[in-house]
T-cell receptor, first 114, second 113 residues
Framework: DTEVTQTPKHLVMGMTNKKSLKCEQH?????MYWYKQKAKKPPELMFV???????INESVPSRFSPECPNSSLLNLHLHALQPEDSALYLC?????????????FGQGTRLTVV | SQQGEEDPQALSIQEGENATMNCSYK?????LQWYRQNSGRGLVHLIL?????REKHSGRLRVTLDTSKKSSSLLITASRAADTASYFC?????????????FGQGTRLTINP
């Protein structure tokens, strides 16, 4: 199984809502990532989990809250988002055991904040 | 911050022709990777070239890396309509390991039948 599965594929939420994005992989990867991508722009790193511990937070606003319940799952909890947070949110994983490893990406969740 | 810059931003060629995309970066790296993205969905890893390598091939793909110029190129030979996609280079900064990939701005490639 070489897939990273993200749910939901699409999400529309109001600025007062609380929602969660989910990501799952069963490749035994120990590094998992959240990226944000705006239209016609490259992915921008948000968070990195290494061995289920948060290792990088790229100064992301607190309305985005990551969680790694176990080595296969990664969540992104959303609360009080702004319309400018509308984007494609991509989850990725990699072996995480050293350098020179490729990342496997999910298909993304397209988020619209209204 | 995005350290990779790619050119051209957009490229349109006829099927069967070769497509070349370039990437420049600013800091020392462990490796440079190329990814493809179809229609704003997930990214697919194409090829990884390490900092001590100068050229690498995979099928119709050829990647070069010049660390003295901090630049890389991706050549797709004998292009097909299915190659239409956005292509991104991504660098793994030196000593930060697999934890951090920094993406370039991307090249939107269109293959005309």
């Amino acid at each position: 199984d070489t897939e990273v599965t993200q749910t939901p594929k699409h999400l529309v939420m109001g600025m007062t809502n609380k929602k969660s994005l989910k990501c799952e992989q069963h490749m035994g990867h120990r590094a998992m990532y959240w990226y944000k991508q705006k239209a016609k722009k490259p992915p921008e790193l948000m968070f990195v989990y290494s061995y289920e511990k948060l290792s990088i937070n790229e100064s992301v606003p607190s309305r985005f809250s990551p969680e790694c319940p176990n080595s296969s799952l990664l969540n992104l909890h959303l609360h009080a988002l702004q319309p400018e947070d509308s984007a494609l949110y991509l989850c990725a994983s990699s072996l995480g055991t050293g350098e020179n490893t490729e990342a496997f990406f999910g298909q993304g969740t397209r988020l619209t904040v209204v | 911050s995005q350290q990779g810059e790619e050119d051209p931003q957009a490229l349109s060629i006829q099927e069967g022709e070769n497509a070349t995309m370039n990437c420049s970066y600013k800091t020392s790296i462990n490796n440079l990777q190329w990814y493809r993205q179809n229609s704003g969905r997930g990214l697919v890893h194409l090829i990884l070239i390490r900092s001590n390598e100068r050229e690498k091939h995979s099928g119709r793909l050829r990647v070069t890396l010049d660390t003295s110029k901090k630049s890389s190129s991706l050549l797709i030979t004998a292009s097909r309509a299915a190659d239409t996609a956005s292509y991104f280079c991504a660098t793994e900064p030196f000593l930060q390991g697999a934890q951090k990939l920094v993406f370039g701005q991307g090249t939107r490639l269109t293959i005309n039948p």
